[in-house]
C-alpha cells in the first residue's frame, strides 16, 4: 500500500524524531535519528544539501552502474528489538535486488528517486482523533516557519499524549 507523507514529529526536543506514514486515515509512526529527518526533509522541501549525505552518497554509487530505485516497502515490525524492517528495491534492465535496509534510509532513497514508498497494511493502525489533530496541527503550522509537513514538540506531545497505547505497537 501507498503512503501519503512522510510527516514529521518531534516530541521530546531530542535527536529523535518520528516519522509518521499514513494512508487511508491510518497510521505508522517510526522514531528515527535526526540525521536521517534532515536527510528526508531537506529533499521534501526540495532543497539540496551543503554536502553531501550518505544518501545522496549511495545513490552516486548506484546511479552510474545504471541501478534505478524502483521502490520501497516498509515490510515488518520487530517487537522484540523493537525495529521496523523495509526492503529497497534496485532495478537494472530486468535485474531486481532486494536490499535490507532500514525504513528512514529507504525512504530518503526513494525520496531523491522520486521512487514510490510502500508499507505492508499490518503495520497501520487507526486512531481518527490523532490522524484529524495531526491534520489541524499541519494547517495551523502551515504559514509558520516549520514546513507543512513538521508539527511543534509542544502540539506533537499533546497529540501523543492521547494516543491509545492500546492500538499502537
Known amino acids: 500500500m501507498d503512503i501519503e507523507g512522510p510527516i514529521f514529529v518531534n516530541l521530546n526536543g531530542d535527536q529523535f524524531w518520528d516519522i509518521v506514514l499514513v494512508k487511508d486515515r491510518r497510521f505508522c509512526a517510526i522514531r528515527i535519528n535526526d540525521v536521517n529527518a534532515y536527510s528526508i526533509s531537506i529533499i521534501k522541501q526540495n532543497g539540496t544539501p551543503q554536502r553531501p549525505i550518505i544518501h545522496d552518497v549511495l545513490l552516486d554509487?548506484?546511479?552510474?552502474?545504471?541501478?534505478?530505485?524502483?521502490?520501497?516497502?516498509?515490510?515488518?515490525?520487530?517487537i522484540s528489538i523493537d525495529a521496523y524492517f523495509s526492503i529497497l528495491y534496485l532495478k537494472r534492465g530486468d535485474k531486481t535486488i532486494e536490499?535490507?535496509?532500514?525504513?528512514?534510509?529507504?525512504?530518503?532513497?526513494?525520496?531523491r528517486q522520486k521512487a514510490p514508498i510502500y508499507i505492508n497494511e499490518d503495520l497501520l493502525i487507526t486512531d481518527e482523533a490523532f490522524?484529524?489533530?495531526?491534520?489541524?496541527?499541519?494547517?495551523?503550522?502551515?504559514?509558520s516557519t516549520l514546513s507543512k509537513d513538521q508539527i511543534s514538540v509542544e502540539e506533537a506531545q499533546r497529540l501523543f499524549d492521547n494516543l491509545d497505547p492500546k492500538k499502537t505497537h
Open 99 to 111: 536490499v535490507d535496509c532500514g525504513p528512514s534510509d529507504a525512504i530518503a532513497i526513494a525520496l
Open 61 to 78: 554509487l548506484i546511479v552510474p552502474l545504471e541501478f534505478t530505485v524502483e521502490k520501497v516497502i516498509v515490510t515488518k515490525y520487530e
Open 131 to 143: 490522524l484529524n489533530e495531526v491534520e489541524r496541527a499541519k494547517m495551523a503550522f502551515a504559514a
